[in-house]
């Protein structure tokens, strides 16, 4: 009977040990994986603001052109940059006037379902000011966005495709 507890103590000192290796090999797994996810690549804040304001003014030149089909999948990118915004940079201040955009983007896709240009004019105009605002209220007055004048893509052709 001696025999027997001994061998139920020496099997449960060593059933903790191995508990204890797993949880150290574990342990180490998920620090090897959060050292990974801390080091690997997320797009800066003013990344995703220079990937918006090119889209802006390509929506505007498609529109100009009547290239409705390109103007909605330009507004769309717009639309999904600011979706990346709060995914990836959620620590920022800044996101909290980001639903502000969302009338402004409601009002040019709506003109772009209508194939409207002049209602297309004023809601970019609306969308143009939205993001002038949010600029103002967060300090970044200093960057002002505005209707473009010339078209800085001249290795796309905005024309609608027969």
Aim: glycine share 2%.
């Amino acid at each position: 009977m001696k025999h027997l507890f001994i061998h139920i103590i020496l099997f449960t000192l060593l059933s903790c040990n191995q508990q204890t290796d797993n949880t150290v090999i574990l342990q180490h797994h998920i620090d090897s994986l959060q050292n990974k996810l801390n080091n690997s690549y997320k797009p800066g804040f003013g990344e995703f603001m220079s990937s918006i304001q090119a889209h802006h003014s390509k929506l505007w030149f498609a529109v100009q052109n009547k290239n409705w089909k390109l103007a909605d999948f330009e507004s769309q990118e717009i639309m999904e940059i600011f979706e990346d915004i709060q995914k990836y940079q959620s620590e920022r201040k800044e996101i909290q006037m980001i639903g502000t955009i969302n009338q402004a983007i409601d009002s040019v896709n709506q003109a772009i379902q209508n194939k409207n240009p002049e209602s297309f004019k004023n809601s970019y105009i609306f969308l143009t000011n939205t993001c002038n605002n949010c600029h103002q209220a967060t300090n970044f007055e200093f960057n002002v966005i505005k209707i473009p004048e010339t078209n800085h893509f001249s290795n796309q052709d905005f024309k609608v495709s027969n």
